[in-house]
């Protein structure tokens, strides 16, 4: 790998807008009525600084927040795991879901990720390993998570993905890691959301989750081991990269896409942008943030491919206000300016990056 020399950096900056917010979502079920719905209490002051500040888009998606507050509570910096930002395709009808990668996370910080067989009570599975001291990763129902009080809880059924820390048995409650924030349940939600409340337990048609189990085999590197070894992540990552352009094969479909949104509900729309506008500006802005953590520790890449990154974060977020207002008026824009753009933003990050760490 050629290695770019020493030079001082700065991180780009987008303007701060707020993202819509969405989860993925399923059929709605018929529920029980519940008590007064219990407090999520969030620890706001102990965020990363990548859900702080002036950010175009303050969180990416379920698995990916999940991951940067752990790895912050863990003592870890996410920013030099960011690499796989540079993998993301178009994929037909979205953009690939950003994911930190496993094997990224075992190399850099010592923190393996298994999935956890689930054959017993999913409590109980939860309780042994969070006995040990590790962390369980599993797909709920946002309906029972009283953090997502503004989209889901007790409105909607949809597919999110927790970090489970902490949990009380016999006080039926639980402290978790969702999205951006650290929050508790209790109560009736501690008994839906682990299938105890008696219209769950024993049904053969509720299946069990997927789940994982977090631990932390030895040391995670620091300083220039972890920037290097960062960086050859990145290289390889890099040779990976999609043959062609994402944002030209985006441009492709976008018509069609548009046409689909203004004949669909306003749900489709919200979901529409999660997938696309979001996953794709997201993960950009991500990064622009990891470019500029290497040229803080000493790798020559120009401040341009920060700010290119950067571009397609905020230009993704004005494409989903056009989007809207075209649905408001019912008259197609195909933002073919913003399109533009992004293709030319593209190029202008990713060809000189891959030459950089060829």
Known sequence: MNTPSPAEAVGAQGAAVAPVASVESIEPVAVPAFEAAPRALAREADRHALHQGERVWLETNCYVDLWIELLHDFGLDPRAALGFTVLQAFEGDQFT??????????????????????????????????????????????????????????????KTTI?????????????????????????????????????????????????????????ALSDASLADASASLLAMHLSRRPNSNPIGEWRAAFKEHVHAVLNRDVSYFHLYSFNVMRQLGANFELLSTYLGWLRERGFDIPDSLAKDAQHIASESMVMQFRLARARMRARPDFCDDCLDGLEASYERVMTPLAALFS
Do not use: C, W
């Not at 949990?167 to 105890?196: K, P, V």
């Not at 053969?204 to 997927?210: A, I, Q, S, T």
């Open 163 to 219: 970090g489970i820390k902490r949990i009380d048995t016999g006080a039926r409650q639980m402290e978790y890691f969702h999205n951006a924030g650290y929050f508790t349940l209790s109560g009736e939600d501690y008994d839906y959301l682990f299938r105890l409340a008696s219209e769950l337990a024993g049904n053969p048609h509720v299946l069990f989750p997927y789940a994982e189990f977090v631990k932390r085999n030895r040391p």
């Open 97 to 158: 879901f950003p994911k930190f990668l496993l094997d990224d996370l075992a190399t850099l910080y010592g923190v393996q990720a298994q999935e956890l067989a689930i054959y017993d009570t999913l409590e109980r599975q939860v309780q042994e390993q969070t006995r040990r001291g590790h962390v369980v990763i599993v797909e709920v129902d946002a309906f029972y998570l009283p953090d997502t009080r503004a989209t889901s809880y007790r409105q909607t059924h949809s």
